[in-house]
């Protein structure tokens, strides 16, 4: 289990972890790209309205979107994710502050079909400046403050 003090960002996987325990009506888990799409916005809310990262591991621009390492080799083999998946993370550790991104998070963007997310991911700019560099490239925290801060919500 993973400990969060006030001075310590929670991991990716206590934000998975808690994503798994809170989204309503998912009897059958979570498709884990849908979790990396909702751990990545998450990361890009944090960073857009409070200048600094949620969680400190990076995002990398592959194929099917944003994906954190950490989490996808938590996660390799598991194609709907349930809580007990990890074997590392603890939602609980979150602050009030950093449960309230991933909520408004998840409450705007949780019910978005996979395919839809795809194809608006790979149009923004973090994304594609990203994947022009070569799959696996980390997504650039100041891009997408950058972008962003461009962009109408």
């Known amino acids: 289990m993973s400990t969060n003090s006030s001075d310590q960002k929670p991991t990716i996987l206590d934000v998975a972890h808690y994503i798994l325990t809170t989204i309503p009506d998912r009897p059958y888990g ?3 790209p849908m979790l990396q799409k909702l751990c990545y916005y998450s990361q890009v809310c944090s960073l857009v309205y409070y200048r600094e990262p949620l969680v400190d591991t990076e995002f990398e621009a592959w194929k099917n979107g944003p ?5 996808h080799e938590a996660l390799r083999g598991v194609f709907m994710a349930y809580p007990s998946d990890l074997k590392e993370g603890y939602g609980g550790v979150l602050s009030a502050r950093e449960r309230d991104i991933i ?10 079909w996979h395919k839809s997310w795809l194809r608006q991911v790979r149009a923004e700019l973090p994304y594609r400046q990203a994947w022009q560099q070569g799959p696996g490239t980390p997504i650039s925290r100041q891009s997408i403050i950058d972008y962003y801060e461009q962009e109408p919500e």
């Not at 994906?67 to 989490?71: D, P, Q």
């Not at 909520?103 to 978005?112: A, E, L, P």
């Open 30 to 32: 979570l498709f884990v």
């Open 67 to 71: 994906v954190n390492r950490e989490l």
């Open 103 to 112: 909520n408004t998070v998840v409450k705007q963007f949780g019910d978005r």
